[in-house]
């Protein structure tokens, strides 16, 4: 929530969504999204097999009533943040640690045939 909106934290320090990463802003808003999901597809409130006709009938029957109620929107999970970095750049990293990761592989498996080996 905290990359939400601003809000004073203590007497002398802000809560400041600027200081949230974009990675743990996307986190949050992707679990709230995963969340409102569930109960979306789920239909718990007013499909037939609602789990508030158990609880809660008379609820039940008032919302159903209710015909000209506003329709749920179903839900959008955001983007993934941006990195400031272009696509051949993220993907040169990403296979240069793909590299390095298989060059140590390689390395860690020498060392092994050769432990093993000389015993």
């Known amino acids: 929530m905290r990359s939400l909106y601003v809000e004073p934290t203590s007497i002398s320090d802000w809560n400041r969504p600027a200081e949230v990463s974009a990675t743990d ?4 808003l992707q679990d709230t999204v995963n969340d409102y999901s569930g109960r979306y597809h789920q239909g718990y409130i007013t499909s037939e097999q609602s789990i508030l006709k158990d609880i809660d009938q008379e609820l039940y ?5 209710l015909t000209n109620r ?7 999970w955001p983007p993934l943040p941006t990195t400031g970095l272009s696509t051949t750049t993220v993907q040169t990293r990403r296979f240069r640690g793909m590299l390095i990761a298989g ?7 020498a060392a092994l045939f050769l432990f093993v080996i000389g015993r």
């Open 61 to 65: 029957d008032a919302i159903d009533r």
């Open 103 to 109: 060059i140590v592989t390689v390395v860690v498996l």
């Open 25 to 28: 802003a996307h986190s949050f």
């Open 70 to 76: 506003p329709q749920l929107p179903p839900p959008e």
